[in-house]
DNA sequence: TGTAAATATTGATGCGTGTCTATGTCTCTG
DNA sequence: CAGAGACATAGACACGCATCAATATTTACA
């Protein structure tokens, strides 16, 4: 285990930020993730990936939802990864990628709860 | 009334991420929001004002919580006003800003939101 | 009226990032 | 083993953006 917060705890831990002020490490590792999900493709792409069947989605349907490069879309997934939100598995040729709903509903917290 | 959404109207209306895929257009004016938040500074500018007594906080306390210019204060504090996360209010020399904590409900709602 | 203080605006600069094409890697199948 | 298909990576480019110094604007007060 590291000093370095990743995204994730940093997600997990904090009090809302209506609560206190976020510390700078926090405000650090959230902003990663809010960042990741500032950009009007990615969320689409969370939300198609969240909202699917199992609460994952197959790469080549995400490819066919956007008038965009295939390198690109694959760029954006591996953003939404390395912010700790999409999980990864490649199962054959294909890639699946699920939403870490739990991650999610702790970003919530963060933002808008009023608990904890 | 426009066509056209604003971030704060489409974050008000729209259901959960996990719940349907978002459209472009609420993406695009969710994403608005997101990404005002997806910088560390904003974050905490945010959390401050969020935290403060009375949900308000003058621009001259946040000057001080940041080693950062005055002017590059107050271009972060304008980011988050047009994304209608904070309110502005003059009186006399100082200016508050204030949270708009419904906002930031409606906000996590859509992110990590189960209900709707 | 004139000066000082608080905040906003402007313009410049360097770095970050979204997008693309080209290419690499891996896996299945004939 | 060879070819095809799915996805990732590399490199390039244009645009966006965080930051600053300088300046404008507004308000209070002497």
Known sequence: MSLELTPVQAVACCSPL????VSEEVAEQVSVMLKALGDPVRLRLMSLVASHQGGEACVCDLNDAFELSQPTI?????VLHEAGL???EKRGVWAYYRARTEV?????AVIGGSER
């Open 18 to 21: 209506t609560r206190e002020p």
């Open 74 to 78: 694959s760029h954006h997934l591996k």
């Open 86 to 88: 999409l999980e990864r």
């Open 104 to 108: 999610l509903a702790n970003l919530a």
